[in-house]
């Protein structure tokens, strides 16, 4: 796919590295796109929208726009993602807090591909807030009341999954993305156990 190749030509521009294995599994995150391109390519609209709720440097947010450029597709980018106040948020629920000040630091890109997608004429839009707020549901809600794919990676947390679960399940038109559903090592993750319970394992 020639996304593919793009995708990592663009790496070492934006990040001086290839590498993208302290945030996603290469062949995990290749396989997802080729099934979301084939999602992508049987809309019937022009337009097609996407809301990430926790980012992570920006990744999934590259290769949606480089898919809708290959499919002559025009690309809707939204994310909530906690970016200024990660530690305040994660301190008390037993995470590492130098993961989340190292994530602040590398979200911060998020703001370097806004800036370069709006100079495309295209909507990248940035709500640095925690997403289980109805404020920023709201602001989400703002943007578009549906999204034809919703991406969930936000607080890993048992609360948290269900939390996000509830409030942006109903705004997915299309496809509900879940990051982290296969079982892992952290015990903190419960991506997979909320997932079963309501029947989305297989996402």
Known sequence: MNYIKKFEGMLPLLYNSEDISDSQVKNEFYHAWDILYERIRATT???????????????????????????????????????????????????????????????LNLYKLQSYYEARGYEYHVIDGNSQEQHTLDLVKNYREKYDLVFIDGDHTYDGVKRDIELYEPLCSSTLIFHDILPKERKDFYVQVYAAKIGRAHV
């Open 45 to 107: 609209t022009d337009e097609v929208t996407f809301l990430e709720i926790g980012a992570d440097k920006g990744l999934w947010s590259i290769m949606f726009f480089l898919v809708c450029e290959e499919l002559k597709k025009t690309p809707v980018y939204v994310t909530a993602t906690l970016i200024n106040d990660n530690n305040d948020h994660y301190v008390n629920k037993g995470y590492d807090t130098n993961i989340f000040l190292l994530y602040e630091y590398r979200n």
